[in-house]
């Protein structure tokens, strides 16, 4: 993570915190947090989103509040700053709960969300200048055999997905998760985060759950409700991301981050990649920030 990184995920914090003791509801201020991200350019969802093989940037994101369970989200919707608005408008607009595609791109600029001006298309490294990766070599060439070609359009490195949870004054939580995806990737990739249940979770009676890492593998566990499920019968935050993160590691060989929020604002952060940026509003209503959350680390910042 990087101190411009940091500095936009205090940024946020402190927004949300101030917005949540304004009494705004978790869904707006989960919103609102995933929206600076998205705009800031400096992580894997909106400006600063990833291209797939074909030079194109397709994001997905999803947002969802626990009152109600309602939920929203879209995937693959391309040149829009804020998927995560976009998703929202999903499950306030329509009956719908996932819109993909161009009828997704379209819904949103119905709506007038802020658009991506168009990049000219530029050709970035070969595919033996990836870095190693199980599977990019696969997904290369597959990707060679369909349009015969063997170039690829740049890419984006070192950046994650954004998502977040909240719990607001009323008692209610909400999380929310955008993305462009990862590095390497066939056109039309979708990962965890529209799928409600794998990328994002929110219940009042459970709590709530917002997902980072390889989404194949979040899926396989599904592992949003898996979390969510477990503290709706009793287990702790960090257990609960423990357990599930280990299952994830150790049936399908995945790798992932989790963001836990219980509806009596114990929480954890938990991850079984090597990094993974994210933060809190700790005690005093200071933003904490870093970059690897350990074992060792508690419900509660001291």
Do not use: W
Not at 125 to 137: C, F, I, N
Not at 201 to 214: E, Q
């Amino acid at each position: 993570m990087t101190a411009v990184q940091a500095e936009c995920l205090e940024a946020a914090l402190a927004e949300g915190h101030h917005l949540l003791m304004a009494g705004k509801p978790a869904l707006s201020v989960v919103e609102e947090a995933i929206r600076r991200l998205e705009d800031s350019g400096l992580f894997n969802a909106g400006r600063g989103s990833n291209r797939q093989l074909d030079g194109v940037c397709r994001m997905d994101a999803s947002i969802m509040e626990g009152h109600d369970l309602r939920a929203g989200a879209v995937a693959s919707i391309e040149g829009i700053v804020h998927p995560v608005t976009a998703a929202r408008l999903v499950m306030e607009q329509t009956a719908h709960v996932l819109l993909v595609g161009q009828s997704a791109s379209r819904f949103a600029r119905y709506f007038g969300l802020e658009r991506i001006p168009r990049a000219k298309a530029t050709v970035g490294p070969q595919p033996r200048q990836l870095r190693p990766r199980a599977g990019v070599s696969r997904t290369v060439r597959l990707h060679q055999a369909i349009l015969k070609t063997g170039r690829l359009r740049a890419r984006s490195l070192g950046k994650e997905t954004v998502g977040a949870v909240a719990l607001d004054l009323s008692g209610t939580v909400a999380a929310g998760a955008s993305t462009g995806g990862v590095d390497v990737m066939l056109p039309g990739r979708v990962g965890d985060t529209p799928l409600i249940g794998c990328g994002v979770y929110a219940d009042n009676d459970a709590g709530a759950v917002s997902m980072t890492g390889l989404g194949e593998s979040i899926i396989r566990v599904a592992v949003a409700k898996e979390i969510t499920d477990c503290l709706a019968a009793g287990v702790s935050p960090t257990v609960a991301a423990t357990r599930v993160l280990r299952k994830v590691v150790q049936r399908v060989h995945g790798a992932a981050g989790v963001l836990v929020l219980s509806p009596d604002g114990r929480f954890a952060i938990r991850h079984s990649t090597p990094h993974m940026a994210a933060g809190v509003i700790g005690r005093g209503g200071r933003p904490f920030v870093r970059s690897r959350f350990v074992s060792r680390h508690t419900d509660v910042i001291e």
